[in-house]
Every structure is written in structure tokens, then in C-alpha cells.
């Protein structure tokens, strides 16, 4: 594995409050054939309610049985489905031949109906994974919806505090929205609380594909429960990525869930300096730390000195960081531009984006790649002041998602190459 660290500008203000910026770059660890895997413990929580009848349903129907079909006998599968009712199609159970083939009669019997209680569906999910949890294992939950949860709890904040107390239990979820109906931010807050990965589901046709490439990812975790550990005492400290974290005495740790084979992620991290005095260092030490050991707990450190504001505005950058930043920032105004424009605050959608493109400009310089991202949100303001296609809001929510959590277009892992 490598994990690297690089910061934007070495020197910080004496006479005020600065923020700086750490990108970190890791690449996971090649998943060895003689190491034999961790078992998984996953349910697959399906959304049965009348949106997703005919091709919808068939298709979700076929993809957890792709997805059952490349379990191993040491690995324990659940299926659960929804509507205003909650059904267990199967119980918890290991991934014997026998009780594949039971599970694709029962679920052959599945078909659509009703509303959507998506809290209970996915908390029972929850319950089928956490009946047989163990620390050796992958404990994930899978749920897919194409509507809104209209039954049961549906407050966001609610949901995702769930996810993140389970996630704190050791079972996490990864989300899959269908179509143009479902809420996209209340199943990102959840897979983002709950540790695991969200997914636009344009067309039913890829819902196959995406199922069995979040499964097949579970199958090649290297690490679980990772996280990076900043001991820097007096300077905050929070990802710009999307990632949870929590402040423990001195020390940030941000998570970053469970890491598959050569995985490789850019995660930036925000430090806002408290006061100084000119010529004073200030150090942060960086680790990074997972459920077994195995990525190890070798200690890097970087270092900032205080100095007068003729310096700081002087003092050369590191574009690479740069380039990662306005980056984030602009994924972040778009999901924040869809928000605004789906409510008709088309002005102030407007605004967030030329705000962010003007904030880029200040650092830009002539970089191309910085003046290449104020380009394209420029370009995307006209886009934004009007009626937006729900689809071209989710694909847009969706697109800037798969920047923040590091991931490739289709919200899939990206491999080192």
C-alpha cells in the first residue's frame, strides 16, 4: 500500500485565523490470494412498493440473485422486501447451495404493491445482518428504493442518525436510488452516516450492475473500519472529502469505512490555525488505523510556521492540492445549486455557483486545470437559473457525489493502475 501527504502552503498567519489544506493520497493493498477473505454477512433490502413494478422488480429480483450466486458457503446473506409492508424472504442465512436455491424460489414470488415504509424495510435488513454479526466479518446492508419514504419514519436527520449508530455497531449500508422519484440527499446522508456507498440508478436495466459491483467490492475488502487519525492540538480540523468524523481528545479521526483491493482515494483535510507568534512551528502527526492492523501504524508528520502577512501572501503553492480543492468545492456547490434549484430558488442556485468559480479564481492563476473548473461551472450557470429535468438533477447530484467520496463515475471503487 502507499499513503502520501501533501500541503498546500507551508506558512500560516501570525496576526490571524488561517486554513490550510492536506491532501492525502492512499492506495490500498492488494488482495492476496493465499489470505483468505473475510466472510460477509450482507442483506439485501429491496423496495417491492407499486413504483417498481414490471422491469423495475424483475431486474432487482435478478440482481440479488447474481449477487447471492457469488457468495461462498462461509458467507451469510438475507433478503428482505418492502412496500407498507415488511416481508423476510429469507432469514439470515449461510450461503449454502441449498439455501441459495430456496432463495431464488421465494424470491421468484416477489412482485410489487403498496407504499414505501423504507425506514422498516432497511432497519429490518439491519436487524437480519446484526443477529450474526462478528467482528471478522463484513456486516452490510444493500438497499434499493426508486420513491420516497412516505411511510414510517421519514425525517432525513432521523435516518441518518440510525445509520451512523449502526455503522458505530459495525453494520453499514450502501444505497441504490432507481429512476427520477427517489430522494438522492436522503440516501447519501444515509450510505454516508452508515460507512457504505450511494448509487444512481438511471434505468432499471443497470440495476444488475450496480448490485453486483457494490457486492463484488464487499467480496474484496483488504481493510475495515479504517480511518485517519490527526493529532494536532489547537488547530481544527475536518475533511473537505465527504467522510465522517469525530474530535477524541486532541486527535480528528475521519473515517473511511472499509478499503477494497488497490483501491485509491484522494481524501483533502481542512486545518484552521489558531494565533500565533512569528518563527513558531506547528506540527500535526497523520496515522492511519483499521479494525486488524493490517494497513499498519506508521506515523507521518507535517509541519507549518507562523509568519508575517508579506510572507504568507508570497509563499509559493502546491497546485496538485490546489486543483484537489476547487474540486470538492465545486461538487459541493452543484449539490448544493440541485438543492436550491429543485425548490425554485433559481437565482440563489445561480449565485452558489458563480460564488464558488469566483472563490477558485482568486488562487487560480494561470494553472490550467483551475481555470478548466471555473470554466465548466461558468458554462453550468445558465443550467441552474431554470427548471432543471429531474433526471439532469440527478445525474448532476450524483456526478458530484462520486468527486466528494472519491469514487469513479459510476459511484464505483477506483482502482490503482
Known sequence: ???????????????GRSDRYVLLQLTAPHARVESPRAPVNVAFVVDRSGS???????????AVEQAIARLREDDRFAVVVYDDQIDVVVESTGASPEARKNALQRLAKVDARGSTNLAEGWLRGCEQVGLHQTDRNVNRVLLLTDGLANVGITDRHELERHSAELRARGVSTTTFGVGADFDEALLQAISDAGGGHFYYVETAQQIPDHITSEVGETLEVVASDVAIAIHAPDVLVEPLSALSHHRAGEATFVQLGDLVSEQALDIVLKL???????????????????????????????????????????????????????ALYAARARQEAVAL????????????????????????????????????????VPVYARVMEESLRKRTYFAASAVAHSRDVQGRARRST
Not at 502520501?4 to 502552503?9: C, E, K, N, P, S
Not at 488505523?289 to 507549518?304: C, F, H, K, N, Y
Not at 479564481?361 to 473548473?373: E, H, S, T, V
Open 272 to 326: 484552521n490555525f489558531p494565533y500565533g507568534q512569528i518563527g513558531d512551528r506547528v506540527e500535526a502527526s497523520v496515522r492511519l488505523v483499521d479494525r486488524e492492523g493490517v494497513l499498519g501504524s506508521a506515523v507521518q508528520t507535517l509541519a507549518w510556521q507562523y509568519a508575517d502577512t508579506r510572507s504568507n501572501d508570497a509563499q509559493p503553492r502546491d497546485r496538485a492540492v490546489d486543483r484537489a480543492v476547487a
Open 52 to 62: 417498481m413494478s414490471g422491469q423495475k422488480i424483475q431486474l432487482a429480483r435478478h
Open 1 to 15: 500500500m502507499t499513503f502520501t501527504m501533501r500541503q498546500d502552503r507551508a506558512l500560516i498567519r501570525a496576526n
Open 341 to 380: 434549484n429543485r425548490t425554485g430558488r433559481y437565482e440563489a442556485a445561480r449565485a452558489r455557483i458563480e460564488a464558488v468559480a469566483r472563490r477558485i479564481r482568486r488562487y487560480a492563476g494561470d494553472d490550467r486545470q483551475l481555470r478548466a473548473i471555473i470554466h465548466e461551472l461558468e458554462a453550468e
